[in-house]
């Protein structure tokens, strides 16, 4: 259900975000950033981040960044990848992620994500905006569907660590 609305609203988001950003020197290069199956976390009881995941493409046969993230139910939303210190992943904050054309840059657990920092997700909150800023597309806005099977049991999900 929630991803059959996604397919629906996420191009129509996108127009209206690519409609208000049309400056900047790339603007007539600027094709659409699509952003399909984008799901939120919530956070887990006594915690307050969440975890965003989604696939990121650029159609529009240039290299983008993606260079920032937010959400109106976070106070801060920061690029996390994960990295191997011996045999333990740990996450490291990303100033930015390139985008490369064609390609598809997933964004899921263990891997790249987005970690909202301070979130309080509305109570039966089913869809949660969030802003991806690229240097070249701009802003692109898209409805991620909350997940409702948070694992308590998931290491990945922990974060007490930052
Ligand atoms: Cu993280």
Do not use: W
């Not at 493409?57 to 976070?74: C, H, T």
């Amino acid at each position: 259900m929630n991803r059959r609305f996604l397919c629906f609203a996420a191009p129509l988001l996108l127009g209206l975000s690519l409609a208000g950003c049309m400056s900047g020197d790339h603007a007539h290069n600027a094709g659409p950033v699509s952003v399909d199956n984008a799901v939120v976390y919530p956070p887990l009881p006594g915690r307050d981040v969440a975890l965003g995941t989604f696939v990121l493409k650029s159609n529009s046969g240039a290299d983008d960044v993606l260079l920032s993230a937010s959400s109106p139910v976070s106070d801060r939303v920061e690029i996390h990848t994960h990295v191997r210190e011996g045999e333990v992943m740990k996450m490291r904050r990303l100033d930015s992620l390139d985008i490369p054309a064609g390609a598809a840059v997933t964004f899921e657990r263990g891997g790249y994500h987005l970690m909202m920092f301070g979130a309080e997700l509305p109570s039966g909150a089913k869809i949660i905006p969030v802003t991806l800023t690229f240097k070249t597309a701009g802003n692109v806005t898209v409805s991620a569907a909350v997940d409702g099977r948070a694992d308590a049991g998931d290491k990945a999900m922990d974060h007490s660590g930052h």
